[in-house]
Nanobody
Framework: QVQLVESGGGLVQAGGSLRLACLSS????????MGWFRQGPGQEREFVAW????????DYVDSVKGRFTISRDNAKNTVYLQMNSLKPEDTGVYYC?????????????????WGQGTQVTVSS
């Protein structure tokens, strides 16, 4: 069983930045591609970003391209989401997730482990 713990959420004004972190308990962290998802108030959960096991490949939803950056530090078993130029529509609970699939995926059902989420609120 892999446990994922997110941190770094909070309240920020529009145009500001936040950096989320997700610590994994996996003994072989590099087995997993990692993703970030979010769920806004009254909305479905949506894919935000994915990174390959090596960190060499990434994928983003169009709405965050150029503003968000996903990265990972395999020595620290941690994946990050740097969020810049935040907008009120970025508000939601952000979840990190781990997938055994060796390809980029934006489908939540292809992720095997999930964190408990961290709240991000962007005020206008």
């Amino acid at each position: 069983q892999v446990q994922l713990v997110e941190s770094g959420g909070g309240l920020v004004q529009a145009g500001g930045s936040l950096r989320l972190a997700c610590l994994s308990s996996a003994r072989t962290f590099t087995r997993y591609g990692m993703g970030w998802f979010r769920q806004g108030p009254g909305q479905e959960r949506e894919f935000v970003a994915w990174i390959s096991w090596s960190g060499g490949n990434t994928d983003y939803v169009d709405s965050v391209k150029g503003r968000f950056t996903i990265s990972r530090d395999n020595a620290k078993n941690t994946v990050y989401l740097q969020m810049n130029s935040l907008k009120p529509e970025d508000t939601g609970v952000y979840y990190c997730a781990a997938t055994n699939r060796p390809y980029a995926t934006d489908s939540g059902i292809e992720y095997d482990y999930w964190g408990q989420g961290t709240q991000v609120t962007v005020s206008s």
